[in-house]
C-alpha cells in the first residue's frame, strides 16, 4: 500500500513539474573566444533575451550582466571596470528603454559614489558625488534649476 501511495505521490509531482520546466527561460551559452569554455549566458523566454551574463576578459567571472523587458527594451546593465569581480557602474532604463541614470563606484569600494541623471539618455541634467565616500553627495550640480 505504501509503495502505491509513494507511486502516485511521484506522478502526481510529475504532472505538477512539467508545466513549470515547459515554461521556465531556457540558457544558451556562447564561446566567443573559442577557448572550449563558455564566457556568454543568455536566459530566453519566447525567443527573447531577459537577461545575459558575460565575461568580456575570460578570466571566468562575469563583469558585464544586463536585464531587458518582455519587449525587448534594456532595462538595467551592470559592469566590472576593472575586473576585480563586483559591479562597479550601474545603468538605469526607463519603460522605453532609454537609459535614464548611471550609478558608478569610482573608488571600487562597493559603493555608489557618483549618481548621474540623464534626459534623452545623452543629455546630464543632473550628477551628485560623493566625495568622502560616506553614502551621502557633497557635490549636486543640477542644470535643470
Given at each position: 500500500?505504501?509503495s502505491?501511495?509513494?507511486?502516485?505521490?511521484?506522478?502526481?509531482?510529475?504532472?505538477?513539474?512539467v508545466?513549470?520546466?515547459?515554461?521556465?527561460?531556457?540558457?544558451?551559452?556562447?564561446?566567443?573566444?573559442?577557448?572550449g569554455?563558455?564566457?556568454?549566458w543568455y536566459?530566453?523566454?519566447?525567443?527573447?533575451i531577459?537577461?545575459?551574463e558575460?565575461d568580456?576578459?575570460?578570466?571566468?567571472?562575469?563583469?558585464y550582466?544586463?536585464?531587458y523587458s518582455?519587449?525587448?527594451?534594456?532595462k538595467?546593465e551592470?559592469?566590472?571596470?576593472?575586473?576585480?569581480?563586483r559591479m562597479?557602474?550601474?545603468?538605469?532604463?526607463?519603460d522605453?528603454?532609454?537609459?535614464?541614470r548611471?550609478?558608478?563606484?569610482?573608488?571600487f569600494?562597493?559603493?555608489?559614489?557618483?549618481?548621474?541623471?540623464?534626459?534623452?539618455?545623452?543629455?546630464?541634467k543632473?550628477y551628485e558625488?560623493d566625495?568622502?565616500?560616506?553614502g551621502?553627495?557633497?557635490?549636486?550640480?543640477d542644470y535643470?534649476?
Open positions: 500500500m505504501k502505491i501511495i509513494f507511486f502516485i505521490a511521484i506522478i502526481i509531482i510529475i504532472i505538477l513539474a508545466p513549470a520546466f515547459a515554461e521556465s527561460p531556457a540558457i544558451y551559452t556562447a564561446d566567443s573566444n573559442a577557448d569554455k563558455p564566457d556568454q536566459d530566453m523566454e519566447n525567443n527573447e531577459r537577461h545575459m558575460m568580456r576578459n575570460f578570466d571566468g567571472k562575469v563583469d550582466l544586463a536585464d518582455k519587449d525587448g527594451k534594456l538595467r551592470e559592469m566590472d571596470y576593472n575586473y576585480d569581480g562597479d557602474d550601474f545603468y538605469f532604463y526607463d522605453e528603454g532609454v537609459l535614464v548611471e550609478e558608478i563606484d569610482s573608488n569600494d562597493g559603493k555608489t559614489d557618483i549618481w548621474i541623471y540623464l534626459y534623452k539618455g545623452i543629455y546630464i543632473k558625488k566625495t568622502d565616500f560616506d551621502k553627495p557633497d557635490v549636486i550640480k535643470e534649476k
